[in-house]
Nanobody
Framework: QVQLVQSGGGLVQAGDSLRLSCAASARTFSTYTMGWFRQAPGKEHEFVAAIRWSGEVTNTADSVKGRFTISRDNAKNTVYLQMNSLKPEDTAVYYC??????????????????WGQGTQVTVSS
C-alpha cells in the first residue's frame, strides 16, 4: 500500500510559478513510476507528466512542455511538479499517482494504482 500526500498549489496570477510536492509513505517508492494528472471542472483526468524510478522523464504533455518540469527525490520519497509561466487554462485539481514500473501506458490514469488527495491550482488572468 502506498499513501501519497500532496502539498503546494493555490491561487496565482498568470505568469507566476508554483511547485507541487507529493510525498509517498512506502519504502518501495523508488521503484514506482510517478505521474502528475490534472482535472478541470467537467473534464476527465488529463495527463501532465511522468517520471521513472531512475529519474528519466517518460512523457510530458504538449500543453505544458517547456513550462512544467517533473522531478523526484527518492531519498525523500517525494516527486515534484515545477510549474512556470502559468496560464489560466492550467487551472485544475492536480493529482500525483504511482504506477508499477513497466505496467501499461504512463500517460493513462487507469494504469496507476495509488493517488494523492488532489490539490487545487487556480490561475487568474
Amino acid at each position: 500500500q502506498v499513501q501519497l500526500v500532496q502539498s503546494g498549489g493555490g491561487l496565482v496570477q498568470a505568469g507566476d510559478s508554483l511547485r507541487l510536492s507529493c510525498a509517498a509513505s512506502a519504502r518501495t517508492f523508488s521503484t514506482y513510476t510517478m505521474g502528475w494528472f490534472r482535472q478541470a471542472p467537467g473534464k476527465e483526468h488529463e495527463f501532465v507528466a511522468a517520471i521513472r524510478w531512475s529519474g528519466e522523464v517518460t512523457n510530458t504533455a504538449d500543453s505544458v512542455k517547456g513550462r512544467f518540469t517533473i522531478s523526484r527525490d527518492n531519498a525523500k520519497n517525494t516527486v515534484y511538479l515545477q510549474m512556470n509561466s502559468l496560464k489560466p487554462e492550467d487551472t485544475a485539481v492536480y493529482y500525483c499517482a504511482a504506477k508499477s514500473p513497466g505496467l501499461g501506458d504512463a500517460t493513462r490514469p487507469t494504469w496507476y494504482s495509488y493517488w494523492g488527495q488532489g490539490t487545487q491550482v487556480t490561475v487568474s488572468s
